[in-house]
């Protein structure tokens, strides 16, 4: 157990905690186990997916996969799942100094092959890396913690996918006196600017069951424009209840929580409530109070998504998405609307295979994330 004086702060004795935790796996208990339908389409609610390869059997059964599959992101469920009866250090955020900051900073993503309804796969993380930098912006001290999961079939203990994400963490106190975001303008909009988002939204079209064949695709070549927002309280809910959650809990069982995962807790500044660590994402006085930002936040894993879901798109039922690495810049606040963007940047013809680079930009004209993905177009012939 740590040392509750040493809550949210960098100490040495807590780095040295971390490094000799380096490779050690423990197992993820997964908001989704088995891949089911059902399980499939509420995570493609959650992030705006509902590609009928992913959820009706009648037209996946008409593709080369001959079964539906899942969104390549899906698999952040098979992580996500309720720690109930678990304490201290379960938290992988936490697990490693408790009480500091996390913020998502980037992530790579590889998959093996496709995720099968029907199958069940678990996950198990461990510490990848800790680097330590000295005398940022934000104060003495910040650490990169990277940590690797691996995607495991429960029949044939083959990895299916594997993820490395890297969380910057900073101490709370240096953040909140020195964010650079605390006075960023929050986004707002008019009737007739709503409309036009509507109006956007339905102009889009994925490429589904239309072939994209290698030999059609050419280096420049623009993928189109996505929107993703404005993000709002119900379009994080939607997310969470898909992707699953570790955190969340209501009544008994969410001070059952709190009370065995201490480092898990926040004191609402105004009204006294005991909140999660992640309550900042969508309770905006919390984000003030903790995050250092003016109003609630997107998950890191959120915005990973919407990248994906823009490839998928882009690539069409017979692509497969062998590889995706995204850099979050800027944070997405509440009421933020992201545009992706991109092009394609190099051809292996022998292969069959694309390399995509992607843009996410908001209303400001920022840019808050960039990606590249590696997609395989074999399966076109």
Not at 181 to 186: A, D, G, N, P, V
Request: glycine share 8%; net charge negative; proline share 4%.
């Amino acid at each position: 157990m740590s040392d509750p004086n040493s809550y949210g702060q960098i100490t040495d004795a807590g780095l040295a905690s971390m490094r000799a935790d380096v490779g050690e796996f423990f197992h993820r208990h997964g908001w989704n186990e088995q891949v089911t339908l059902r399980g499939v389409e509420h995570f493609a609610v959650g992030i705006g997916d509902i590609n009928p390869l992913w959820i009706n059997a009648q037209y996946a059964e008409k593709t080369v996969w001959k079964n539906p599959i899942a969104p390549p992101c899906y698999l952040y469920s098979h992580i996500n799942g309720s720690l109930l009866g678990e304490k201290h250090g379960v938290l992988t955020v936490d697990r490693w100094l408790p009480g500091v900051l996390g913020l998502w900073a980037d992530e790579r993503w590889s998959w093996k092959r496709e995720v099968n309804v029907g199958e069940t796969i678990s996950a198990r993380t461990c510490l990848n890396d800790a680097e330590i930098v000295e005398n940022s912006r934000f104060g003495a001290r910040f650490v990169n913690q990277v940590e690797r999961t691996e995607f495991l079939s429960s029949d044939t203990g083959e990895i299916v996918a594997e993820n490395f994400m890297t969380i910057r963490r900073f101490e709370r106190s240096e953040v909140t006196k020195k964010s650079k975001y605390s006075e960023r303008i929050l986004a707002s909009y008019t009737r007739e600017e709503s409309e036009k988002i509507s109006e956007a939204y339905g102009n889009e079209r994925p490429r589904g069951s239309v072939p994209r064949p290698v030999s059609s695709v050419r280096v420049d070549e623009a993928m189109g424009a996505m929107l993703k927002g404005p993000l709002s309280v119900s379009n994080i809910i939607a997310y969470l209840a898909g992707a699953g959650t570790s955190f969340i809990f209501a009544n008994r069982e969410h001070y059952r929580f709190l009370s065995d995962n201490p480092t898990a807790a926040l004191l609402h500044p105004d009204n006294g409530i005991l909140e999660s660590v992640e309550a900042p994402h969508w309770d905006s006085e919390l984000a003030k109070a903790f995050s250092g930002l003016p109003a609630g936040y997107d998950l890191g894993a959120q915005r990973v998504c919407w990248f994906s879901h823009y490839v998928t798109d882009w690539m069409g039922d017979s692509g497969f998405l062998k590889d995706l690495q995204v850099k979050l810049l800027k944070p997405n606040l509440l009421g933020d609307l992201t545009t992706m963007n991109g092009k394609v940047a190099a051809i292996d013809r022998v292969a069959k295979q694309v390399k995509l680079e992607m843009t996410a930009t908001n209303q400001l004209s920022e840019v808050t994330a960039i990606a590249t993905a590696i997609v395989d177009l074999s399966r076109w012939g």
